[in-house]
C-alpha cells in the first residue's frame, strides 16, 4: 500500500518535470533528452524507493518479532 502512494507521488513529480519542459523547452531537440533523462529519474527513483520500502519492513519485522527470525534479544 505505502509502495503504491509512493510510486503516485513519483509519478506527479515527475509529471510535473515532464509538463515544465514541454512548457518552457520549445527546441525539440533539447527537450527530448530532457523528457528521457526524466523518465529514467521515475524508474531509478521507483526502485530506490520500492527497494528501501523492503529493507525497512524486514527491519520492522526483526525488531518488532525477532522470535519469527530466531534472534534472540
Known amino acids: 500500500m505505502i509502495k503504491t502512494f509512493a510510486n503516485i507521488t513519483i509519478d506527479h513529480i515527475q509529471d510535473g518535470k515532464k509538463q515544465f519542459v514541454s512548457t518552457f523547452v520549445r527546441h525539440k531537440d533539447l527537450a527530448e533528452p530532457m523528457n528521457t533523462f526524466v523518465e529514467k529519474q521515475r524508474e531509478y527513483t ?11 519492513t524486514e527491519i520492522v519485522y526483526v525488531v518488532v518479532l525477532p522470535s519469527t527470525y530466531n534472534i534472540k534479544v
Open 46 to 56: 521507483k526502485a530506490f524507493v520500492a527497494s528501501l520500502i523492503d529493507a525497512v
